[in-house]
């Protein structure tokens, strides 16, 4: 079990039940669980939609995209079942945070599928878990079955005469699998492999119905907004990103953890105030801000509100909310490699650029890392990664791309002071000889 | 080839959740293996037939899930992230302890059948890193000195 954080400056709305003992069922409706789905069945499932677009709530996976406006896609009329899905496939590094919803809130997950499916009119939802939690698929479960036993889920809901069924679903180990189309594909007991799209999922998705796909953490946030109104919510944060999110700290810091703030929070504060400023006295030397696909900042880039629109400005992205923070002991060398050496493994092949462009760089920056590399090997690497770019049909290409440009911009001078057979400068003598051979 | 009960009864129950038998696949697929070991040749065969698969199918299924393996592994299977948040907290000392400890490497199992190792990647612990998993239970903040401690626990487990 994770440890739990907290912090002044926290802003608890998604993690207000956590430590509450709120995965038991009695103890959720004590502290105001299942009024937010009731409070939803009294009203015209537009009015939901428009509730949620106007809260300002954005895709808490790291797309950042309106979640009222995807949901108003689903078309009204469908000849084929609509679904909702609930993405809790957390795999991007960095992100531990839908991790401790399933763990302590389960039932706020449950409670945002039911009311997104009865904004965009579907009758079954899905839980998927990524396979490691299994844990978190054993609460998931129990959670659910204890639903159908109160009659919230089932038959005729809430005396309601509306049916509705929500399943728990889990994975088995794939990165790619986060991303919505390749969700699909393991929900439908395949490989993950990505779609093309169009069509998007609101208009084809599982098994070619209609289907709204959203991370467990905005969906959990439905319920909040439902229940405090959309104006309350649109005011905890900035005017286009509404509300909180938990930001995943980690890396070298003193006090990393989860933590709830406001959207658009400073990232400066965040890293020396709630985060505890940089571990054994050391210094800053880079921040990726989203998660591992995100591009790294400098630390004179920090001083900059994490909103997706402010860290998009700054040349990153606000992604999947892991704050991943580097001291001055750190290779960006290293780091790039370790990076790519994700992706390579995660790439399922399907697109030649990232299959391909993966492992070469892989390849490449190991030799770097080593010190054999040569000074075109420096261009090699950007150019790699930039005909990536845009040329996959899921993001992963340009997930394994974007923070290796960055790399290679930002820190040119740490890879050259690898060059021509000059080892690591940041591995200590008589170090451990290297993982990733 | 029969399951456990409660195997069996998820199974048949998770068949009403969905428009196509095809669809309980993963999950079922990482349940079996839970109770066999391994994606064996009569598991892979058994739920091929049982899902109206053939059993390519399901090996091609297999090969794309990083936690599904066709070849048995130790009773207790120690998986160290390294990925960037672990790494930059000690994940790869932890491996290299792991490897020295165990004697043996990435993928690999001891004589004894008890220890599995893997190098795997991130687990979803970064906040709390460097962090492991044995089997699915996680294990957080280590150092070497937690590592060894966890290990000798795992090992006199089986004593007990």
């Known amino acids: 079990m994770a440890t739990l954080v907290s912090h002044p400056d926290e802003v608890r709305v998604i993690s207000k039940r956590f430590g509450q003992g709120a995965t038991d069922i009695d103890r959720y409706l004590q502290l105001d669980g299942y009024k937010a789905v009731q409070k939803a069945l009294a009203v015209e499932p537009d009015a939901i939609t428009n509730e949620v677009k106007n809260s300002g709530l954005r895709g808490r996976g790291g797309a950042g995209f309106s979640t009222g406006m995807k949901w108003s896609f689903v078309p009204k009329q469908s000849a084929k079942p609509k679904y909702v899905l609930c993405n809790g496939d957390e795999s991007e590094p960095g992100t531990c945070k839908d991790r401790l919803i399933f763990e302590h809130d389960p039932h706020s997950v449950i409670e945002g599928v039911m009311i997104a499916a009865l904004a965009v009119g579907s009758n079954t939802g899905y839980i998927y878990i990524r396979g490691e939690y299994r844990y978190l698929s054993v609460i998931m479960q129990k959670a659910l079955k204890d639903a159908y036993a109160k009659g919230f889920l089932g038959k005729n809901i809430f005396g309601s005469g509306r049916d509705l069924d929500i399943y728990w679903h889990g994975g088995a180990g794939a990165y790619e699998v986060g991303e919505e189309s390749a969700l699909m594909e393991s929900l439908e007991g395949k490989r993950g492999i990505p779609r093309i799209r169009p069509p998007f999922p609101a208009v084809v998705g599982l098994w070619g119905g209609p289907t709204v796909i959203n991370n467990a953490e905005t969906l959990a946030a439905v319920p909040h907004i439902i229940l405090g109104g959309a104006d309350w919510y649109a005011k905890l944060g900035t005017p286009k990103n509404g509300g909180t999110r938990l930001f995943c700290l980690a890396g070298n810091l003193n006090k990393p953890g989860v933590y709830e703030l406001p959207m658009g929070y400073n990232l400066k504060k965040m890293i020396y105030e709630v985060g505890g400023g940089i571990s054994n006295g050391r210094s800053l030397k880079a921040v990726v801000p989203g998660g591992s696909s995100t591009p790294v900042l400098l630390p004179e880039e920090i001083d900059i509100a994490m909103d997706f629109d402010s860290v998009a400005k700054a040349g990153s992205m606000l992604g999947s909310g892991g ?105 200590k003598a008589g170090a451990a000889e290297p993982v990733l051979a | 080839m029969r399951f456990s009960d409660e195997f069996e009864a998820r199974f048949a129950e998770m068949l009403t959740h969905y428009p196509t038998r095809r669809s309980a696949l993963v999950p ?57 948040a672990c790494q930059l907290r000690g994940g790869e000392e932890l491996f290299h302890y792991c490897r020295k400890r165990l004697g043996i490497g990435h993928k690999g199992t001891t004589p004894d059948g008890l220890f599995s190792l893997e190098e795997v990647e991130c687990i979803g612990a970064c906040s709390w890193a460097p962090a492991v998993q044995v089997n699915y239970d996680f294990h957080e903040n280590l150092t070497n000195g937690k590592m060894e401690q966890l290990l000798d626990e795992y090992k006199n487990k089986l004593n007990h």
């Not at chain 1, 790519?340 to 399907?350: D, L, Q, T």
Request: with cysteine.
């Open chain 2, 28 to 84: 079922t697929l990482l349940y079996a293996q839970d109770e066999v070991g391994f994606m064996s040749d009569e598991v892979i065969a058994e739920l091929a037939q049982r899902l109206d698969l053939t059993e390519l199918e399901v090996r091609n299924v297999i090969s794309y899930y990083s936690m599904l393996t066709t070849k048995p592994r130790g009773k207790y299977n120690v998986q160290v992230c390294t990925n960037i």
């Open chain 1, 323 to 427: 704050v991943v923070v580097l001291d001055d002991t750190a290779c960006i060398v290293k780091f790039a490699l370790r990076t790519m050496k994700f992706y390579r493994h995660e790439s399922c092949g399907w697109c030649i650029p990232c299959r391909e462009g993966t492992d070469w760089l892989e390849k490449t920056l190991t030799r770097f890392h080593a010190g054999a590399g040569t000074k075109r090997d420096i261009d090699n690497i950007y150019y790699l990664a930039e005909n990536m770019l845009g040329k996959t049909f899921c993001p992963l290409g340009d997930a394994a791309a974007m923070p290796t440009m960055a790399f290679v911009k930002k820190f040119r001078k740490e890879f050259e002071d690898h060059l021509d057979g000059n080892p690591c400068p940041f591995e």
